[in-house]
């Protein structure tokens, strides 16, 4: 079978993908949205474990709910590619590990340090593939209940930025010139420019570019 197959193809791997997601012990329902040439939508229900005092109110006191539906979408290059997850609308976006990505769409969780795609098929299996993941997906709804996604120990965690597109222009032999057998890095300073409306998102209707500026920089070589 060819990826981008449509029809009964998506609908086949939609069902499978729902049915697996079921097995999870947290996942409390589930339904398939639509089927479409665009691929495919689910809605898992997806019970979250918390302090009893929080269970009482409904939620945690940052805003997760106890029984969080999560939309799932299948591209239609799916099972070669691995689905998306989308929290509802007015999901807290201020916390840890959210995707970064416009107001205007819903946000998305942050589930793997690394590549959710190679994650996804390091299991062999796709029906393991998927319970890995949204096994992954609780323990996030867990934590951003707990307000542990963040492990401070670890000191500062940098947003992934898969998603986001970017153009860098350097001079390469200015690069190379600062690079040596001691290792270590270069912190450079740099002015921040952003054109657009006040209102405008970035990315959207804005745009944002920083100016290195030379001669300006800080070299540790102890890391």
Not at 21 to 32: D, K, S, T, V
Not at 37 to 55: C, H, Q, T, Y
Not at 156 to 180: F, G, K, M
Request: proline fraction near 7%; include cysteine; hydrophobic fraction near 40%.
């Amino acid at each position: 079978m060819e990826p981008g197959m449509a029809g009964n193809d998506y609908r086949g791997h939609a069902e499978r993908f729902l049915a697996a997601a079921l097995r999870h012990p947290e996942c409390r329902g589930g339904r398939l949205i639509s089927v479409d040439a665009g691929g495919s939508r689910i809605e898992l229900d997806l019970n979250v474990e918390m302090p009893l005092a929080f269970k009482v109110d409904g939620a945690s006191p940052n805003g997760v709910r106890v029984v969080e539906t999560v939309n799932v979408r299948l591209w239609p290059s799916y099972p070669w590619s691995s689905p998306s997850f989308y929290l509802r609308m007015d999901f807290p976006r201020d916390l840890p590990h959210v995707q970064p990505g416009p107001v205007t769409e819903p946000p998305r969780p942050c589930l793997i340090d690394g590549n959710q795609r190679e994650y996804f098929f390091q299991f062999g299996l796709v029906e393991l593939g998927i319970f890995n993941l949204v096994h992954q997906l609780v323990l996030w709804l867990q934590r951003a209940a707990e307000g542990t996604l963040i492990h401070h120990g670890r000191g500062w965690e940098p947003t992934l930025r898969c998603d986001l597109n970017d153009v860098i222009a350097l001079n390469a032999e200015a690069c190379r010139a600062v690079v040596d057998r001691n290792g270590g890095y270069r912190v450079l300073k740099s002015t921040f420019f952003r054109s657009g409306g006040d209102g405008s998102l970035v990315d959207k209707q804005g745009t944002t570019w920083l100016d290195v500026i030379r001669g300006c920089g800080l070299h540790a070589r102890d890391r």
